[in-house]
């Protein structure tokens, strides 16, 4: 059965005869037993294992939401070709079929005509005279007088004044941004889009309209608000003297509504019993005027009071609650001839009417009263009180209450009037309300999750279950709890659907403590990860962050791989659009990163690594490796690495691979190039020369750090030509070349100045008796110093320039014989290249 459209589908089809395809049976016969029951349980099975599982999808700003009911909503960027344009007028058709929805349902039975607007006349003139000059009005009145009928009437004379026609809206329970939504799905056609607040305001700016708001509950600089985002809308705002006054900078035009005098209050209560009232029913009803101020729902009131008295009294022309002669009992003892005399109620009953017209009203009435009681004044809609109240024809019990005036519309539905609920709960009606809450929370689980409920008539009723989940929230007994779970579980994806996120956010927060009091832990995971996406499409990246974690935490307990994927997908959104890392560049956890959506690419789980790469500079002979103080591609502060998130990730990771491949590079080609220098023995320590002195008795050749010399520096001199027949005595430098051992052969022979070694490279004492048999490598030689074919040549070695401008005196010890050298090797680095120190430590090629 459809609970909110009781038509040809509670008796199976309405396009097939009751029983099946190939039976016939007449209209409205009761349900019957399928031929075959499991060829046709098979196909209704599927189809409602789909209906429980639908899914809705949905554009919020720029995020495409996937409202799942099983494992969570997913959100993810929305791809450009699926985000709306700019949206469409709403058509005449269309404004007048929405306006109808939006009203009160009409009850059962036949028709009360609506009390009339008396001595009303003037105010009307004047809000109509202000909203065609384009002023917005507040109207200020005390419950119960009379504001709802004078915003209807006025609404009606205002129909042709602006482009996009009147707004009806209502503001219980209702902030501005809720208001503002409302307003554009009004004048737009806007299906499963809900815009960002950059959107919305530029939509809601090119609307001029009327907008009739009703139970404004909020005013100053809340309400500034509102209107500074509709310049171009006249509003007509109604609010009782406690709602805060509009800012005087606002230039919202105050009008204030009292009560009736006492001669239309009289009239109206004539019109209310159809009939002339006697002496002493006007003596009362004066009394009843000065003690109500005046107020029009008194009288109503009591109208439905004298209706009840004459119904007492066996009035031939009183009708029974379904608008039928009443049938006459045996006993005609009240009902027959004139009856028994009724007393008029008394002035407290007058007063506070609600107990005794509930007294004398039918069962069902009495217990939809008594849910209404429950859910804190909310009337649940009439489709629900058959189910509800265990009578079939319980709907025809709202009609009884709103002629009653016990109930007042607000928006689409119907609440207690001003002062009913107090007046009931004094009356005992309360005494059994966390039964009755917790009757309705079931109830409403079971219908919320029904395939047939559309998320539009699940939000229109968000009132009503909202109230019975707060009811029970912490619960008397441990099944409450429970049941409210339940609720909120079915209720809040069909709230997300319908786009009444306000209650959406309330179900999952009031289900998200009743989780948490039941121990139901995936449950309370389901909650957080919904709110996080809530907070995400809101723009609360922080709240976002903690409930999105708070889930992932919880599910990953749980072993739940489906869920916690979503929640990595919604936290690594949230990352991204927050401009920031993840400590240590890693989802919670240490988790993988999730994989990616559309244009964005997944950066490595641990982030980029910090390359620290180590220099190194050609150099005459073995190079020197060294510790740079602050490596290349090191980690870069936190503050950068913060502004580096998010998007960026994808180039900040090319860059360092380009970086560390170019580093690799150069590292792999210098320390080649220095293996071909070495002669494939760089790893051997051995002495440089850098001068010699012949048989001949020329001297010493031209030391280029010698003050005393010719030569310019990083020329070399001792590379001349030796005699023929001589025997080369080559000596060695007294300043080592870095990287090799510098100890000298002999304290006599080579004496050492202080400062003028440094210690091997090689991890390995070097042989300082033993001269290298390799020839050593000296920069590009001189032209002079050619060396003839078939004579050696004398090895040499240019040595840097020491600090002071002076080097150590030459070598004079020869080395042993060894085969003749036929030609010197050339070094690729340059002879004026000196080697890069640091403070750290060195390191081996």
């Known amino acids: 059965m459809d609970p909110m459209n009781r038509g040809p589908e509670e008796f199976n089809h309405a396009d097939e005869p009751v029983g099946g395809a190939g ?23 599927a189809g409602r294992a789909a209906g429980l599982a639908r899914t809705v999808q949905l554009v919020a700003g720029d995020f495409l939401l996937t409202v799942n009911p099983v494992d969570g909503s997913e959100i993810e960027n929305c791809p450009p070709s699926d985000i709306p344009g700019r949206p469409v007028r709403h058509s005449p058709a269309e404004r007048a079929e929405a306006e109808r929805a939006a009203r009160p349902p009409l009850p059962p039975g036949p028709l009360t005509p609506a009390p009339p607007l008396l001595e009303r006349q003037e105010e009307r003139a004047r809000l109509v005279r202000l909203l065609g000059r384009g002023r917005s009005v507040r109207l200020t009145g005390p419950a119960g007088s009379g504001r709802s009928a004078l915003l209807d009437a006025v609404a009606t ?43 919305l305001l530029d939509r809601v700016h090119q609307i001029g309209a009327i907008v009739v708001l009703d139970d404004l509950e909020f005013g100053g600089a809340t309400l500034e608000e509102l209107l500074m985002a509709t310049p171009e809308c006249a509003y007509l705002l109604a609010a009782t003297p406690e709602v805060p006054a509009p800012h005087s900078e606002s230039h919202v035009e105050e009008v204030f509504l009292s009560g009736l005098g006492r001669n239309a209050s009289l009239e109206l209560l004539e019109q209310a019993v159809d009939r002339a009232l006697t002496d002493e029913e006007a003596n009362w009803a004066g009394d009843l005027w000065f003690e109500s101020e005046g107020l029009p729902v008194r009288f109503v009131q009591a109208g439905a009071l004298l209706r009840q008295r004459d119904q007492l009294r066996g009035d031939v022309n009183s009708l029974d609650p379904y608008g039928f002669p009443p ?69 025809a019990a709202l009609g009884e209450l709103i002629e009653s005036g016990l109930l007042s519309p607000v928006g689409a539905r ?139 935490a919880l599910r990953g307990a749980l072993a739940d791989k489906r869920g916690t994927v979503a929640g990595r997908r919604a936290l690594a959104l949230v990352e ?114 850098s001068a010699n002195e012949g048989d001949s008795g020329g001297g010493l050749n031209a030391d280029p750090n010698d003050p005393g010399s010719t030569a310019k520096p990083g020329h070399s001199k001792s590379a001349s030509p030796s005699k023929p027949g001589s025997t080369p005595r080559p000596g060695t430098s007294g300043q080592p070349v870095p990287g090799t051992s510098g100890s000298p052969d002999s304290p006599s022979d080579h004496p050492s100045t202080p400062g003028s070694t440094k210690p091997s490279t090689s991890g390995k004492p070097s042989g300082s008796g033993k001269p290298s048999h390799s020839p050593s490598h000296s920069p590009t030689p001189d032209p002079s110093s050619h060396t003839p074919t078939g004579t050696p040549s004398t090895p040499t070695s240019a040595s840097p320039p020491s600090p002071g401008g002076s080097s150590p ?9 060894s085969p003749a050298v036929s030609k010197s090797a050339t070094s690729s680095a340059p002879a004026s290249a000196k080697p890069t120190t640091s403070a750290g430590p060195i390191t081996s090629a």
Not at 35 to 44: I, K, L, M, Y
Not at 809 to 817: A, D, G, I, L, R
Request: proline share 9%; charged share 20%; glycine share 10%.
């Open 23 to 45: 039976a016939h049976a007449e209209p409205g016969a009761g349900p019957q037993r399928p031929q075959h029951g499991r060829e046709s349980a098979t196909p209704d099975f």
């Open 157 to 199: 004379d205002c129909a042709e004044l602006a482009p996009d026609g009147v707004v009806r809206l209502s503001g219980h329970r209702r902030s501005p941004a809720e208001l503002l939504y409302e307003l554009y799905a009004t004048v737009f056609r806007a299906p499963l889009h809900r815009p960002d607040r950059a959107t």
């Open 327 to 395: 049938d006459e009992p045996a006993e005609a003892s009240v009902f027959s001839g004139d009856g028994r005399e009724i007393p008029l109620p008394t002035l407290g009953e007058g007063a506070a009417p609600a107990a005794l017209l509930a007294s004398r009203l039918s069962e069902a009435a009495r217990a939809t009263l008594r849910f209404a009681v429950a859910l804190g004044g909310e009337v649940p809609h009439q489709a629900h009180l058959p189910a509800l109240v265990g009578d079939t024809h319980a709907d």
């Open 414 to 552: 119907y609440r207690l009037a001003a002062g009913v609920l107090a007046q009931l709960e004094g009356a005992g009606y309360a005494a059994d309300a966390v039964e009755q809450a917790h009757a309705a929370a079931q109830h409403y689980a079971w219908w919320t999750g029904h395939p047939s409920v559309t998320p539009e008539r699940a939000a229109t009723e968000a009132d009503a279950v909202l109230a019975a989940m707060g009811a029970l929230v912490p619960g008397a007994a441990p099944e409450h709890p429970a049941t409210v779970v339940k609720l909120a579980r079915s209720s809040a994806p069909a709230f997300a659907a319908g786009l009444h996120w306000t209650a959406w956010e309330r179900a999952l927060r009031v289900g998200s403590e009743a989780a948490r009091l039941t121990g139901e832990v995936a449950e309370e995971a389901y909650f957080h990860h919904e709110l996080g996406v809530l907070a995400l499409c809101g723009g609360s990246l922080d709240r976002a962050r903690a409930e999105l974690e708070a889930s992932i």
């Open 576 to 689: 991204d659009r927050s401009g920031g890392l993840l400590p240590g560049g890693r989802t919670p956890a240490g988790e993988e990163v999730p994989a990616a959506r559309y244009e964005e690419s997944q950066s490595p789980p641990g982030g980029v690594p910090a390359a620290a790469v180590t220099a190194q500079l050609p150099a005459a002979g073995p190079s020197l490796v060294t510790r740079r103080d602050t490596p290349v591609g090191g980690a870069m502060p936190k503050a950068r690495r913060t502004l580096l998130g998010g998007a960026r990730r994808n180039l900040v990771a090319a860059g360092a691979g380009a970086l560390l491949a170019a580093v690799l590079g150069t590292v792999v080609t210098l320390g080649a190039t220095s293996s071909n220098n070495d002669g494939g023995q760089g790893d051997q320590v051995k002495q440089q020369q």
């Open 809 to 817: 005196p030459p070598s004079t010890k020869p080395p042993p014989s």
